[in-house]
């Protein structure tokens, strides 16, 4: 056996939402580098980037898994999940990363997009956990691993409230099922992104420079997230050994944006 707390080698993880360009896809190539075999789930209008992401995974030598599917439609979830296991035989790690954001005032919000939003961020998240979790239970051994948000604590700057909902939720759900699922040796715990740049969600943000220059102003780090280094070290800490005392939690991944 490794002595290595981070080593992933054997394991196998599915990350949601981790076609190439957004922050699931870092992850999941940060499961990859530890050893893991990683299955990827997106919408099969995503499924270019998915392949993508695939192969940079195989390039690490483990296995990688494409499997198309709706994480808002428990049907979808199902077969999904259904289609790894049949693969891999059990799934050790879960990662949900998709998401949408909506940035619209709540008053021009209507009910169709705020129920998009929580369906996505929130109930997906609750779905794919709700569906994985009964073969980590079965064996009493899991890690789960959500993405909320820095604004699951706080408001931002810009109109985005069905998302600050969705990913306040998304924190909460952690808790409870953390508070469900101890017991049985199955961690979850959140990680809380502050703005990552470029992704495929903040890419529109090239087109205000003040606004960029302006973010990474309010951290204490002084610059924005890179995607494909600053997720890698927390997402391999909650997926291994080295996070076995850590459940519950909320770690910001924010470059301190909510110290102050």
């Known amino acids: 056996m490794s002595t290595n707390l981070f080593d992933l080698s054997g394991a196998h993880a599915l990350v949601t939402g981790s076609g190439a360009g957004g922050l699931g896809a870092a992850m999941a190539i940060a499961l990859a580098g530890a050893g893991a075999d990683v299955a990827v789930l997106e919408l099969e209008s995503g499924s270019e980037r998915a392949e993508q992401t695939a192969a940079r995974i195989v390039d690490h030598g483990v296995e990688s898994l494409t499997v198309s599917g709706n994480v808002a439609h428990q049907a979808s979830v199902n077969r999904a999940v259904a289609t790894i296991e049949e693969r891999w035989g ?47 239970l079965e064996r009493g051994y899991g890690r789960v691993i959500n993405v909320a948000s820095q604004y699951a604590q706080l408001a ?79 997402t391999v800490f909650l997926a291994s050994e080295a996070s076995a005392y850590v459940t519950g939690a909320l770690i910001p991944v924010d470059g301190g944006w909510t110290s102050w």
Not at 103 to 128: A, C, F, Y
Not at 163 to 177: D, E
């Open 90 to 136: 059990h799934i050790d790690i879960l990662v949900n990363a998709a998401g949408i954001m909506l940035r619209k005032p709540s008053v021009e919000t209507d009910i169709d997009e705020w129920q998009h939003v929580m369906d996505v961020n929130l109930t997906g998240t609750w779905l794919v956990s709700n569906r994985v979790a009964p073969g980590m």
């Open 156 to 234: 931002g700057p810009m109109p985005e409230p069905a998302y600050y909902a969705s990913k306040g939720g998304v924190a909460n759900l952690t808790r409870g099922l953390a508070s469900e699922w101890g017991s049985r040796g199955i961690t979850v715990n959140c990680i809380a992104p502050g703005t990552f740049y470029p992704t495929a969600m903040t890419r529109p943000l090239a087109e205000d420079p003040d606004r960029l220059t302006w973010m990474s102003s309010r951290t204490l780090l002084g610059r924005l997230g890179n995607p494909a280094a600053d997720l890698s070290g927390p």
